[in-house]
């Protein structure tokens, strides 16, 4: 069993930052990709910013130049620092993490729970 734990969700002023946290857990054999999606209410989820085992970025053009995605190897954490936060920013933020538990497994999808992200003033 692997376990996503996402936190630093809340509500924020436009302008505003926060930082965002998944921390995996379980057997864990090797991590593909590390993403973040979002999804607002009454949209579909879309695809924030990826990094992969070798360190590429992608991100959103929504997005590009105000949030950043990194990773801690030893912690098995990916992080999402956002910046200059606007309301259509708001929404539900969720993990994905693309691994395989065990050497025989292929790759699979794993979500967290998701962390609401809400920018008002």
């Known amino acids: 069993q692997v376990q996503l734990v996402e936190s630093g969700g809340g509500l924020v002023q436009p302008g505003g930052s926060l930082r965002l946290s998944c921390a995996a857990s379980?057997?864990?054999?090797?991590?593909?990709?590390r993403s973040w999606y979002r999804q607002a209410p009454g949209k579909q989820r879309e695809l924030v910013a990826t990094?992969?085992?070798?360190?590429?970025?992608n991100y959103a053009d929504s997005v590009k130049g105000r949030f950043t995605i990194s990773r801690d190897n030893a912690k098995n954490t990916v992080y999402l620092q956002m910046n200059s936060l606007k309301p259509e920013d708001t929404a539900v933020y969720y993990c994905?993490?693309?691994?395989?538990?065990?050497?025989?497994?292929?790759?699979?999808?794993?979500w967290g729970e998701g962390t609401l992200v809400t920018v008002s003033s």
């Open positions: 994905n993490l693309v691994l395989r538990r065990y050497f025989s497994d292929p790759p699979m999808n794993h």
């Open positions: 379980g057997s864990i054999f090797s991590i593909h990709t």
């Open positions: 990094i992969t085992s070798g360190g590429m970025t």
